[in-house]
């Protein structure tokens, strides 16, 4: 029995863990792969793999939380749609821990979009190389209305990563594997090494190195297509 279940490999999750376990409480937190459970501590109670409702319920009922903490990613909607309701059919507490969206200067200035596939068809109408950092699980809606040549890929570095890429047709030379979030200087040096002239990302928040991508990236002239976080209530 764990007092309190995590959803979530993300920086929130787990900062949220190790503060939990050092005042004591029961943690346990589910993470999708074994690349997020290296970044927890040996002695955190971790549980590796993607779970669907039933598995969602399943392990519920063997663990028997007080409460679940709902820290998955700002863009995994269908995931905390799935775990609300895994609560509520247990009649389990729920807290969703939301990652700070922040105040952008940067807002007017780039070409905001709602998802991957209108990244991809305004992606389309753009001209040289672009950059996505966006992850590798999207790759096919890129590659299905841009030239694969015209793309590099800023991925994490796993092995389900990297097999990504290689079946959406993506060049070796053309994959940046490496964990973010990383600092404007490295950003602006990949942009000028590359020659970029479009890059789309993910509003992910200061957690997630926004401003660091946007900013060298507008002043440089490089288009950026940015794809909004969903509403969330």
Not at 157 to 167: F, I, N, V, Y
Not at 181 to 202: C, D, G, R, T, W
Request: hydrophobic residues 40%; negative net charge; contains cysteine.
């Amino acid at each position: 029995m764990s007092e309190i279940l995590i959803f979530g490999g993300t920086s929130e999750g787990r900062r949220e863990a190790l503060r939990l376990a050092a005042q004591g409480k029961s943690v346990c937190v589910c993470v999708t792969t074994s690349y997020a459970r290296r970044l927890l501590p040996e002695d955190i109670d971790c549980r590796v793999g993607a779970l669907d409702k039933e598995g969602m319920l399943r392990l519920m009922g063997e663990l028997r939380p007080e409460l679940v903490i709902d820290a998955t990613h700002p863009f995994a909607v269908r995931a905390t749609e799935t775990i609300r309701a895994c609560c509520d059919k247990t009649n389990t507490k729920y807290l969703r821990l939301k990652r700070e969206a922040g105040a952008h200067p940067w807002w007017d200035d780039v070409e905001h979009v709602s998802d991957s596939k209108e990244a991809a068809n305004a992606l389309s109408l753009t001209e040289g190389n672009a950059l996505l950092t966006t992850g590798s699980h999207t790759l096919p809606d890129y590659t299905a209305c841009v030239d694969p040549s015209r793309l590099w890929v800023r991925v994490l570095p796993t092995m389900d990563a990297l097999q990504r890429c290689e079946s959406a047709g993506i060049e070796p030379s053309h994959i940046i594997a490496m964990q973010g979030p990383f600092s404007a200087e490295l950003n602006a040096a990949l942009y000028e090494q590359l020659h970029i002239s479009a890059m789309v990302s993910k509003d992910s928040g200061p957690a997630g190195g926004v401003d660091e991508k946007v900013l060298p990236a507008l002043a440089r002239g490089i288009h950026v297509i940015m794809i909004d976080r969903p509403r969330e209530a």
